[in-house]
């Protein structure tokens, strides 16, 4: 009997939430551009987050059962297969500002840094740049800067190499070369400037942060459900969608300024974006 009593109670209940839910005012966002949560909501949320988790969950299986791949010149590697795809030079396309690039910033307790990268672009040019501080020297800088547009020689073409820069990977999440043979420029003095060789290596200390996988599906989901859904919406995401990984290693090896050898070894992070 008190179970009945409930019943019309509930309907009640459920009548007055699904009215509220229909009648429920649409929020604008804020200055035309900052969305905000709507109606269907926390129907989204719990969508993309089960989606979201799913994938996670499913990459992770993946990786631990992935196909391992060949042996390096030092002993085997194990290798897998989505790092050897990660990690290769990415088709730029057609898309004018396609890019695939490779950055490194390391940095030691005694001041000694080295901040650095390639990214290319359609039509054979870079956006490349190099700055290296030694111990009792002034702060060197590509004889680009401040412009970082080079265009790549026929050799360069395809790698991430541009004016005397050049960065080659290794092994696949592991490690990779960063080399340099040119002139550089003071800083303090642009006017004037030295012969720099650099042959450092760097060697991966932790696995690599992938944003695609490893960013919280939390607040992936809270932005995402806090858009208005379309096919546009998902096409324009898929259209613009970019890889990025960083990835925390040591830079060892030795710089060469102006005859002066310099030996490096710092902490460095890595990383990689490729994408529209």
């Known amino acids: 009997m008190a179970m009945l009593a409930i019943v019309p109670i509930m309907i009640a209940t459920c009548i007055v939430l699904l009215f509220r839910f229909i009648n429920q005012k649409y929020n604008p966002p804020i200055f035309g551009i900052y969305t905000r ?6 129907f989204k949320f719990v969508f993309m987050y089960v989606f979201l988790r799913a994938k996670q969950l499913y990459v992770h299986l993946k990786g631990l059962l992935a196909v391992e791949l060949g042996n390096s010149y030092d002993g085997t590697k194990h290798i897998h297969e989505d790092d050897v795809a990660l990690e290769q030079k990415h088709s730029l396309g057609d898309y004018s500002q396609s890019v695939d690039a490779v950055y490194f910033n390391g ?6 840094a080295l901040v650095c990268g390639v990214a290319r ?58 080399s340099y043979n040119g ?45 208005k859904w379309s096919a546009d919406y998902f096409n324009v995401l898929k259209k613009f969608h970019q890889t990025h990984y960083e990835q925390m290693g040591f830079l060892t090896g030795k710089i060469v300024v102006d005859g002066k050898d310099h030996l490096i070894n710092m902490p460095c992070v890595r990383d990689h974006s490729f994408g529209k």
């Open 183 to 227: 002139d550089m420029k003071y800083k303090n003095n642009p006017e004037k400037s030295v012969k720099v060789e650099m042959d450092l290596t760097w060697s991966a200390h932790w696995q690599a942060f992938k944003y695609d996988t490893d960013m919280s599906p939390l607040s992936m989901a809270k932005d995402m459900a806090r858009e």
């Open 107 to 112: 940095t030691a307790k005694d001041g000694v």
């Open 37 to 42: 949560r709507n109606k269907y909501f926390w």
């Open 121 to 178: 672009r359609p039509q054979f040019y870079c956006d490349a740049f190099m700055y290296v501080k030694v111990n009792g020297e002034d702060l060197l800088l590509s004889p680009e800067l401040p412009d970082t547009r080079i265009k790549q020689t026929t050799l360069q073409e395809g790698h991430y190499k541009a004016g005397s820069i050049c960065l080659t990977n290794l092994i696949p999440m592991r490690n990779w070369k960063v």
